[in-house]
């Protein structure tokens, strides 16, 4: 069985007392409303996760995600934090190659294979963003693009190691735009990407792993989203900042 997963990318956003009330905030409605064996992962700026840590104690479904790391292993990097720092205080989870910083960082799939490498020895397991523009799916062999983005990031691991990855499918056109690709869209994505895991690792160890949708999930379109049986969750930008609608979209899963 997949493990169902929404996790909460809260990019950088929320103040110090805001991002303990959102969390303390899905932490009582989880409890009360969501069944079910689904995780949730929220990603707040890395400045609040070891505050936030004491707030999902008691909620085992609940887990924390920075939204980077390094890939250098500690040393003269003004800035930067470690995968060695984020074990040092109980972090699960780390995004790698989110959109916005394949864009704004310059991060290519090679540096990421570095950081999927360096979070997976210090036991963080790399949730995996991978996308295309608007311009690549119309334009390109979009998912020969999004498989390649998976090759070159990640097909050095083991099958072992691969099953500790998340993969995310964000097509970039569709994040923070308020545009949310079709159920069908996403769907052709997510089977071409089992294939191709398939294809390397085998049939079984495509079949266990996860393999999440975002781009401006909201409560409306995650049913139908989620209901797609290749679609093993979310991960959420804009909608995660809000109590109720996240906890929606949780429910939804
Ligand atoms: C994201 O940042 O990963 C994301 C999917 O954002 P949004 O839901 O706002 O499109």
Redesign the pocket.
Known sequence: MRKKIVAG?W?MNKLADEAVALTSELVNMANDEVKGDVKVILCPPAIYLTTLKKYIEESPNFALAAQNCSDKVSGAFTGEISAAMLQSIGIEYVLVG?S?RRQYFNESNELLAAKVNIALEYGISPIF?CGESLDQRQNEDYIGFVKNQITESLFHLSAEQLLSVVIAY?PIW????GLTASAEQAQEMHAALRAHIAAKYGAETAEEISILY????TAASADELFASPDIDGG?????SLKSREFTNIIKAR
């Open positions: 990318n990019k989110h916005e963003c964000e569709a994040i923070g735009t975002g781009g401006s999930v991960l959420v930008g804009g909608a």
